[in-house]
């Protein structure tokens, strides 16, 4: 049963989805000659820069933050809109203190007025212009040092595509643009010119389009602060700066600009920046993925069609007026397997979230992979997800009530409330701990109260109505019929192996699908944490699908042993072996604390933690949802099939 679908994955998520292309999700801008390209800014990122192993910190901060006396446009900082998914994601877009004016064949056509900002003339090739002098104090100094020897980078923006840094793969040698350029050196100088590289593609009508974008930052400690006759060569000093009390660190920031015509369309622009690390180590997890499935599908369908089939087979064989033979096995229980489990609100409240959460990823893993989410339309697959969240409440109270009705439960109301706030009050509880600690470092990371409004909103308003319906549709559908009588009296379980005791179980259960899943779990922490582009979502969409049927297929399994036992407890033990990845996950994120991050500060590390048990909380939930309802269609086939007296 599992191999035709397998079959479907394999053509419908064909190769060519697997590389993920993606359809542009805002209309490309085109400009006359010299017409102006606003430069934005965005936040500045810890990154993995100057070719180090570990990151130092998880904190962004705005780049007008006053403690890095960047230049600012004359005009004033103006917020740049974004969307909620963007905001969410900690972007925190300005306009930018400098202006870039397309290129011209003849520079003297220029319009000074339209090219001028800061009273800096932005036209073709520009050499060695000045942004603006800066005085940094000590205090300053001090928090500019600290940021780069954790290795900030600086984020720009033109015409939305981000400035980026030349780097090249040293095991196929593939150049590529690493997000951002950083702000000081290795040495600890702080970089204060800029080489900017545009490259811009002529249209057969004339107009210009950008498509691509390159900042090589150096340090220069120039001999004198006169701004109004900049010097860019090359100087034996970098600058450094002093944290001596009563120093002034007076410098100033200039810049170079040169536009370079490219063959590059604007349509493939992107394809520099989201870059694959590797595809041969994403195809190898994938294969190595599939033929465990494969092999876990064909352990089921024998278990099922032969030694089930067999016993069944026998059961029903014997003539029930004749008392011939006693039962063994997982026929000892079937006057048990559908009692009620203890606290089924709390069991049917997980299904429920589970199922919502699982039709949020797979809606979202679906528009990724088509391509629909596009890079250039920032915060895209964030408001996707909360949107998709939203909507999807519908689901969520509608498997809920079907299998709270299923266990027996009767208390419409307060399943309908735990559904609607259980977990979204716990994640947001979390969130907003972390936010604290994000206000109180003076972070940018943290979430503005009016975004934080307009998700209590949407919660409020959108979610927990929706849930309510698909309660109501849930309860005028009933739950699933019982198929046998349940004793009056509770069976006596017997000791069980070691092997199927929680913990061993949890373990043993949950390590097939995070193994599965293991590869892009580790690009998947890159991009979370470090700040590196991921784009690989037809890799993605297909190992959370071996996952699944994994986690479905290991569940089964388990719950067949565990009748085989005589223990008639599986609802719950399901969910939880089937959740049992998200303990892997949790083992594995320690892991990467220890060996990938060296976080300086105590705020970073309870973020990381913070996030962590997030990511693993929505992984149990998810993964104990398909593994209780793949036990839940196991059972019954394998109940409904045995003829009781």
Known sequence: MCLPRLLAIGLILSHSLVSAFYLPGAAPKDYRQGEDVEVDVNVLKPGLGYEAENLRSLLNYDYYDERFDFCKPESGVRSMRSSLGAILFGDRIFNGPIKVCESKENPAEEDAEDCHSMQVKMNVNETCKAICGVTVEPQNAKFIDERIREDYSINWLVDGLPAGEVKEDTNTGEVFYD????????????????????????????????????????????????????????????????????????????????????????????????????PRIHTFSLINSLVMVIFLCALVSSLLLKTVKGDISRYNAIDLDEDVQEDYGWKLVHGEVFRTPKSPILLSVLVGNGTQLCAMIGVTLVFATLGFLSPSNRGALATVMLMSWTFFGIIGGYMATRTYMTMGGTDQRKLVFLTSFLLP???????????????????????????????????????????????????????????????????????????????PSILATGILPFGAAFIEGYFLFSSIFAARAYYAFGFLAMTSGVVALTTATVTILFVYFLLCAEDYRWHWRSFIAGGGSAVWLLIYGTYYWLSRLSLDSFASTILYFGYLIILASINFIVTGTIGFLAATWAVRRLYSAVRID
């Open 179 to 278: 997000l951002g350029f950083d702000l000081g050196n290795k040495d600890g100088s702080l970089n204060n010119h800029y080489e900017i590289v545009i490259k811009y593609h002529v249209r057969p009508n004339g107009f210009f389009r950008v498509v691509g974008v390159t900042v090589w930052p150096s340090s220069l400690h120039r001999p004198t602060t006169d701004i109004s006759s900049p010097q860019c060569g090359n100087h034996e000093r970098p600058l450094k700066l002093s944290e001596v009390e009563n120093s002034k660190n007076k410098f100033y920031y200039t810049y170079s600009v040169n536009w370079e015509e490219s063959s590059t369309v604007w349509a493939t622009r992107w394809d520099n920046y989201l870059r694959i690390y590797d």
């Open 425 to 503: 009050t716990f994640i947001f509880a979390v969130v907003f701990i972390l936010n604290l600690i994000l206000i109180f470092k003076e972070s940018s990371g943290a979430v503005p109260f009016g975004t934080m409004l307009v998700i209590v909103i949407l919660w409020f308003a959108i979610s927990v109505p929706l849930i309510s319906v698909g309660a109501w549709l849930g309860k005028k559908h009933g739950g699933l019929p019982s198929l046998l009588r349940v004793n009056q009296i509770p069976r006596q379980i017997p000791p069980p192996p070691k092997y199927l005791r929680p913990v």
